[in-house]
């Protein structure tokens, strides 16, 4: 029956990523001279209700089953470990995250800043309501999927070690984490902080960790973007040069 529920909440998530699909639509039909940029702005207020009646159904269908993966069927840490779990994770996820990052970008020569997070970027200095989607309503949705309804039921089913299980687990899902955000020049980060966020869930027992942390990273990274958004272009452009130095160096 948990593997019913785990689908049931993959579906939602599709649901939500296509939802305003047909809205847009119906809005170029009664309006066929509407620019591209109007039909985006009509868009995102349905795209944000969206988001915010998927994550009601994913929470109510996560408390209608009963039958726990053995992530959560085992101990669970109490609140004030799981506090700090959720700081440590904070650090631990910017630490993982910058790794890779520089592993990405010095070694296999992608670029540093992501289309998926300037695009988003962009949406939110035209739509400020849309950081509710990105550092509230995302993470939770993304959670759900990726964490409780896909990596958990590899998890379950692998046979072995559980080291085995996980790190089987956190590849297929942090494949399926970077797909979903349509970015396969980062897709090792993706890879990594799912695997972070995975061990996050695991080491806790409790998916509120990964969720609550997964919504700081997002914050800070929409805060920080949207700051410093003209220091961060010409560190970019600063890297191309110092890119050629280092491309010569590995």
Known sequence: MRKLYSALIIV???AVQFAVVPVSMIMAFINPSITEEELLSGVLPYQVGAFA???VAVIIVGRLHRNKNRIERGPQSDLPVTFAWIVGGVFLAYATQ???GLINTN???NPMESENTMGIVDMIENAPYMILVVALFGPILEEY???????AEIYEV???????GFLVAGLLSGFVFAIAHWDFTHILIYVVMAYTFSFLYVISGRLLVPIMV????NGIVVVLQLTFKDYIEQIEEMRGGLGTIMQLLF
Do not use: K
């Not at 999927?145 to 990596?151: G, K, L, T």
């Not at 692998?158 to 085995?164: A, E, F, L, Q, Y």
């Open 98 to 100: 910058i790794i890779a």
């Open 145 to 151: 999927v990726f964490r409780r309804a896909i990596f």
């Open 214 to 217: 997964h919504m700081i990273m």
């Open 107 to 109: 070694i296999l020569g």
């Open 158 to 164: 692998i046979p072995g070690p559980r080291i085995v």
């Open 12 to 14: 939602i998530f599709l």
């Open 53 to 55: 009646l998927g994550v």
